[in-house]
């Protein structure tokens, strides 16, 4: 599904993110990766979703080879693919149905589909009580729950996310990381970048760990 | 608004050069040519040369005032009575005036009626006063210019305005153009809402330069009118017809399209997700 070969990504300024990844993801799989801060894991994400461009090696996704997708074609290639942050990044000025409805508005769908599909993602995260407020008026755990409904109301073939538990406290994070596990249950690649290794073991899932770029086993 | 206003001195401009072009176009009322007859011309020689005359075609009017007349409209006036009853002859030749045909500002036609009409025999001598059309012909053709030059320095801040405005709006919702972008939105997709809010800002533009020229007319029409009874040319200040507002509105439309199109180009592109 996701394949990396010898793949190094250097930044403008000489930033030498990712050096020499070699790596193979499944159809299906749920993987973290791990590693310190400026290890290289939200480049390798970004990476994926084509927010930037790797300088070296070849990627492919889905069967398409990264290099082979020309900017025009980068929006279509990235509704296959849900996204999730460590910051929600939530509209403030639009309602939770807005924001949840966005993937869906940009795919064209009719007004009824956009409709049900919200209300059943919302339901997935314990939070359609909430489709008619506003973000301000959610508390960052709720925050969080409903940028993964955002992410994969479209339902995306691969589910990315970007250190999603960082601002939560245990408990909510826990919560978080079955959301991610019944959403992988029913065939959704993901892949989550988290620093915090100790809660990632608990999940008895493949780990990646980078270590200032490289590959590291352990 | 600013729009508006910026929009509305062009127009206003326009107007105002119509406006001229119709008191040029009036002008011809106002001139007359005066043909003093030789005074061996007689008034049965006169009618026959005023007749001949009003068949010409840079001719509108011909009035012939007969020596007669002359004579005694001057009594009348002046009451010199005794002093004119005294004379043996009546010291007035007869007098045709002419209202010439006065086309598309064109002075030289009347030059070339009064070069013909000095030729004639019975005619003795012409009298107009042709300096101040020369004159106003030459300022309208300055102010042309100039309302050339400055419409075109107000169309380039009307699009300089909107592409500024809208590139504020790109950069407050740099936010929306992000997740939009990383959840797949194309740049089409992306760039529409701000294409419309061009679209609104040069109707609204349009329709608030309209309401100010009309504002305009409304004001300046009164003390025109008197003016214009100074002159003895009875003109009226011409407003903006159907195909003027629906030009004007057109204008906006297309310079609010084309100033967020820029706005758009330049400012989307570099706002990336990352
Ligand atoms: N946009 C960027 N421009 C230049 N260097 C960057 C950029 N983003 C990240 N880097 C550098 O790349 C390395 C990896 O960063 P990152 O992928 O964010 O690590 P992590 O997510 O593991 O903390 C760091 O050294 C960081 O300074
Ligand atoms: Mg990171």
């Known amino acids: ?218 | 608004m600013v729009i508006g206003i910026a929009l509305a001195f062009p127009t206003g401009f326009i107007v105002f050069l119509d406006n001229i072009k119709v008191v040029s176009s009036n002008l011809d009322n106002t001139i007359e040519l005066n043909l003093f007859l030789k005074m061996d011309v007689n008034e049965i020689k006169a009618e026959a040369l005023a007749d001949k005359l009003s068949n010409h075609e840079d001719i509108k009017k011909i009035i012939l005032i007969r020596r007669d007349e002359a004579l005694s409209e001057y009594k009348k006036l002046s009451g010199f009575d005794n002093v004119l009853d005294s004379l043996d002859e009546n010291p007035f030749p007869n007098l045709i005036l002419i209202k010439p045909k006065f086309k598309n500002n064109e002075n030289s036609q009347i030059a070339d009626l009064v070069e013909e009409l000095k030729i004639m025999p019975e005619i003795e001598n012409i009298q107009y006063d042709n300096k101040w059309i020369n004159r106003l012909t030459k300022i309208i053709e300055i102010i042309k210019l100039v309302v050339l030059i400055l419409s075109a320095l107000l169309v380039a801040s009307v699009l300089l305005i909107i592409g500024n405005t809208i590139r504020l709006s790109i950069y407050n919702h740099r936010d929306e153009i992000e997740i939009t972008k990383l959840f797949g939105g194309s740049d089409s997709f992306i760039q529409r809402p701000f294409l419309y809010s061009g679209f609104w800002y040069g109707i609204f533009g349009g329709l608030i330069a309209w309401f100010l020229v009309l504002i305009s007319i409304s004001i300046l029409g009164d003390p025109v009118k008197k003016l214009s009874y100074l002159y003895d040319a009875n003109f009226k200040l011409v407003g903006l017809g159907l195909t003027d507002t629906l030009t004007l509105l057109a204008v906006g439309i297309f310079l609010g399209i084309l100033g967020s199109w820029i706005a758009v180009k330049r400012h989307l592109r570099s706002i990336e997700p990352g």
Not at chain 1, 128 to 151: D, T, V
């Open chain 1, 1 to 218: 599904m996701i394949q990396f070969t010898n793949v190094s990504m250097v930044y403008p300024r000489g930033n030498k993110a990712l050096q020499n990844i070699d790596l193979n993801i499944d159809k299906g799989e749920m993987v973290y990766i791990s590693g310190h801060s400026g290890a290289g894991k939200s480049t390798l994400l970004r990476l994926i979703n084509l927010v930037d461009r790797h300088t070296r090696g070849q990627i492919i996704v889905k069967g398409q080879n990264l290099e082979r997708i020309r900017n025009k074609r980068v929006a279509k290639f990235r509704r296959n693919i849900g996204f999730i942050f460590q910051d929600h990044k939530l509209l403030n000025d639009r309602t939770i149905f807005d924001n949840v409805a966005l993937p869906l508005v940009i795919a064209g769908n009719t007004h009824q589909d956009i409709k049900r599909r919200v209300q059943a993602s919302l339901d997935k995260v314990g939070l359609l009580s909430k489709i008619n407020n506003y973000p301000m008026e959610l508390s960052s755990g709720e925050c969080q729950r409903i940028g993964f409904a955002r992410a994969v109301v479209h339902r995306p073939t691969i589910l990315l996310a970007d250190e999603p538990t960082g601002n939560l406290d245990p408990a909510l994070s826990w919560e978080m990381m079955k959301l991610f596990e019944q959403f992988n249950q029913v065939g959704v690649t993901v892949m989550i970048a988290s620093h915090e290794l100790d809660m990632i073991k608990h999940m008895h899932k493949r780990i990646i760990v980078l270590n200032k770029g490289r590959t590291v086993d352990i």
